[in-house]
C-alpha cells in the first residue's frame, strides 16, 4: 500500500465550472476525512466518512460542495459553481481507529486554482 | 476564542538550539493530540501524538501536554536546517475529526 492517493494533483479551472476530486485511502482505514487549507492557514475540517456513511459536516461546506464514498473505498470531492474563494489545498485523509486516537495520515493534496 | 491557538511565528533557532514550540486549545473534553509537520507546498505529516499529561520523548521530539492548563508543547532537540517547517498542532475531542491550529513557522540557520 503506498499511502492515500490524490488526483489530481493540480487543478485550474475558471471560475463557475464544476471541479471533481478523488481520494484513495489507505486501504485497510475505515475513516476517511476532507480538510481545505489555504496559505498561511491550518487545515479546516470539511467533512468525514466512516466507511460509507458521512458522519459529520462543516459548515464551511455549502451547498456548493458534495461528497460522497460508495462502497466504503475511494472517495470524491465536488464543488459546484467554483468561486475565487474555493482556491486552495484540498486535502484528504484516513485512519484506521474509531476516534482518532492515533491520527491521520494525508495525501499530498489537491491544489485549486479558480481564475 | 479559537480552539486551537498557536504563536505563528516565524521562530528562529540556530543549529543544534532546542526550539520550543507551544499550543493551546479551548475544549477541556479534549483526548487526543497531535504535533505534524509540513513542509512548503507539502502535505502535513504525522511528528507526535500524546494523550496523558506529562512528557513523550520519540528520538529529538519531545511532547509534552498539561490538561489542567490546556497546554501542549513540542521541543525539538540539537535542531537542524531540516526541521525548518510549519509545525501544526491538532486536538480530537473525542470521535469527530482534528481540530488544527494555524501553525507555527519555523526556521534554523546553519
Known amino acids: 500500500d503506498t499511502g492515500v492517493s490524490q488526483d489530481p494533483r493540480h487543478k485550474i479551472t475558471k471560475r463557475g465550472q464544476n471541479v471533481t476530486f478523488r481520494c484513495d485511502p489507505i486501504?485497510?482505514?475505515?475513516?476517511l476525512y476532507w480538510y481545505r487549507q489555504t496559505l498561511g492557514q491550518g487545515p479546516e475540517f470539511l467533512t468525514y466518512f466512516q466507511n460509507e456513511a458521512q458522519l459529520e459536516k462543516s459548515r464551511l461546506l455549502s451547498d456548493r460542495f458534495s461528497a460522497e464514498r460508495p462502497k466504503g473505498s475511494f472517495s470524491t470531492l465536488e464543488i459546484q459553481r467554483t468561486e475565487q474563494g474555493d482556491s486552495a489545498m484540498y486535502l484528504c485523509?484516513?485512519?484506521?481507529?474509531?476516534?482518532?486516537?492515533?491520527?491521520?495520515?494525508f495525501g499530498s493534496g489537491t491544489r485549486l486554482t479558480v481564475v | 476564542q479559537k480552539e486551537v491557538e498557536q504563536n505563528s511565528g516565524p521562530l528562529s533557532v540556530p543549529e543544534g538550539a532546542i526550539a520550543s514550540l507551544n499550543c493551546t486549545y479551548s475544549d477541556r473534553v479534549s483526548q487526543s493530540f497531535f504535533w505534524y509537520r509540513q513542509y512548503s507546498g507539502k502535505s502535513p505529516e504525522l511528528i507526535m501524538s500524546i494523550y496523558s499529561n506529562g512528557d513523550k520523548e520519540d528520538g529529538r521530539f519531545t511532547a509534552q501536554l498539561n490538561k489542567a492548563s490546556q497546554y501542549v508543547s513540542l521541543l525539538i532537540r540539537d535542531s537542524q536546517p531540516s526541521d525548518s517547517a510549519t509545525y501544526l498542532c491538532?486536538?480530537?475531542?473525542?470521535?469527530?475529526?482534528?481540530?488544527f491550529g494555524k501553525g507555527t513557522t519555523l526556521s534554523v540557520s546553519s
Open positions: 486501504s485497510e482505514h475505515n475513516r
Open positions: 491538532a486536538v480530537n475531542r473525542g470521535g469527530t475529526a482534528l481540530i
Open positions: 485523509a484516513s485512519s484506521q481507529d474509531r476516534g482518532g486516537t492515533y491520527g491521520y495520515t
